[in-house]
């Protein structure tokens, strides 16, 4: 298998996303609401990593990175006695 960048990138984006929303469920209190405006910032950032973070996973699932094959240059054949003349 080839390497994809792709393929790292969606898994941190989804696990760093995992980890904020579980922390956005267990650890939000008021401190936390007064100072974002009452927003839950931790689950909505933790929500938002872990769609793209499934995304690009998605994407490497459903366009591969294919292996570019080079065909070796065709050497002009050799004049024989026949095609010589």
Same mark, same amino acid.
């Given at each position: 298998?080839? *390497?994809?960048? /792709?393929?790292? #990138?969606?898994?941190?984006?989804?696990?760093?996303?995992?980890?904020?929303? #579980? $922390?956005?469920?267990? %650890?939000?209190?008021?401190?936390?609401?007064? /100072?974002?405006?009452?927003?839950? +910032?931790?689950?909505? %950032?933790?929500?938002?990593?872990?769609?793209?973070? #499934?995304? *690009?996973? %998605?994407? #490497? /699932?459903? /366009? !591969?990175?294919?292996?570019?094959?080079?065909?070796? !240059?065709?050497? !002009?054949?050799? !004049? $024989?006695?026949? +095609? %010589?003349?």
């Amino acid at each position: 298998m080839l *390497f994809d960048i /792709r393929t790292i #990138v969606g898994t941190l984006l989804g696990l760093y996303g995992l980890i904020l929303l #579980v $922390t956005g469920l267990v %650890a939000d209190d008021a401190t936390d609401q007064a /100072r974002s405006g009452g927003w839950n +910032t931790n689950l909505w %950032a933790g929500v938002g990593m872990l769609v793209v973070g #499934v995304a *690009f996973l %998605a994407w #490497v /699932r459903l /366009r !591969p990175v294919k292996e570019l094959v080079h065909a070796a !240059p065709e050497k !002009p054949e050799e !004049p $024989t006695a026949e +095609t %010589a003349g």
